[in-house]
């Protein structure tokens, strides 16, 4: 069902049913002669909690995770992952970019990753 009013006063009335919780503690304890119309209410409502908002994960934010050096490269790689996945628009290229450089201990990394025959290489 959808609700389709122009009138400001009749919005005001029902805006509140769909606040919860801090949001709704806000709404409920104005400061006297705070606001002033419908508008007013938008743009403090905005100003209060628009820093709530969880900000989008870039795949660049990868090359924080780094291997600790007793961390078993499982735990590091489930971790990798972990945080790999929370990033809406994943380039590949950085993301690998970043698993690589997160290994603080190249050698053995590089190590059990190569195949037995290019390591004499």
Known sequence: MELIIHDNHFICKILPTTFT???RAWYNNPKSDSVISFNDLCTKLVACFSTSILA???STELFGITKVKDEFMRVY???FNKEMLKVEELIELIALEALISGVKEKK???KS???????GL
């Open 108 to 110: 053995s990394y590089r």
């Open 56 to 58: 989008r994960k870039s």
């Open 21 to 23: 919780c801090s949001v």
């Open 113 to 119: 990753c190569m195949p037995y025959w290019i390591e």
């Open 77 to 79: 790689l489930k971790t």
